[in-house]
T-cell receptor, first 115, second 111 residues
């Protein structure tokens, strides 16, 4: 079965550069979430989209933005990168319809290293 | 105080042991609960949903105690391959549909 696809798997950037992470959710899933996970930390919610509209916003810096496109793929854009942005970035998708009993399915993540 | 709290461990147990983890949550209006498993540097994978009536999947049993606001995960007959971090996820409550993760409990099963 198709899973959540994220690209790239690894990304190395320098401070103040920009980065774009991509996520392709499971077909027919209508909700996409972005999480940031630092070393030894729990995944921190950044932002989510439902049917291509932003639905919730978490601890996402103003330097970051995200959108979901007509084909349901999502991109997380990160500008003015800082050393502290180095982390694993996960995208997850789910299918709404059962209230909050939505199971998240995660992509393999993008490891961002800011030097 | 974090919304979802877990003992980070590590829990170091021999093969064949039974081990239990708890997770407490602060939002009494939370509506759905899950356990995820995460291997080092990999994505979290759904282990099981947690229902009020409790549920079992093979060697794994999950329980929800709404009155005390905690969920538990019991692993029987631990295998070496069970070594991982177990993340508690709580969703819903107060109009929020953001799945919130605990910090995870590290389990190490040794021979």
């Amino acid at each position: 079965a198709a899973g959540v696809i994220q690209s790239p798997r690894h990304l190395i950037k320098e401070k103040r550069e920009t980065a774009t992470l991509k996520c392709y959710p499971i077909p027919r899933h209508d909700t996409v979430y972005w999480y940031q996970q630092g070393p030894g930390q729990d995944p921190q919610f950044l932002i989510s989209f439902y049917e291509k509209m932003q639905s919730d916003k978490g601890s996402i810096p103003d330097r970051f933005s995200a959108q979901q496109f007509s084909d349901y793929h999502s991109e997380l854009n990160m500008s003015s990168l800082e050393l502290g942005d180095s982390a694993l970035y996960f995208c997850a998708s789910s299918l709404t319809g059962t209230g909050t009993n939505e199971k998240l399915f995660f992509g393999s993540g993008t490891q961002l290293s800011v030097l | 105080r974090k919304e979802v709290e877990q003992d980070p461990g590590p829990f170091n147990v021999p093969e064949g042991a039974t081990v239990a983890f708890n997770c407490t949550y602060s939002n009494s209006a939370s509506q759905s609960f899950f356990w995820y498993r995460q291997d080092c540097r990999k994505e979290p994978k759904l282990l099981m949903s947690v229902y009020s009536s409790g549920n079992e999947d093979g060697r794994f049993t999950a329980q929800l105690n709404r009155a005390s606001q905690y969920i538990s995960l019991l692993i029987r007959d631990s295998k070496l391959s069970d070594s991982a971090t177990y993340l508690c996820v709580v969703n819903g409550g107060g109009g929020s549909y953001i799945p919130t993760f605990g910090r995870g409990t590290s389990l190490i099963v040794h021979p």
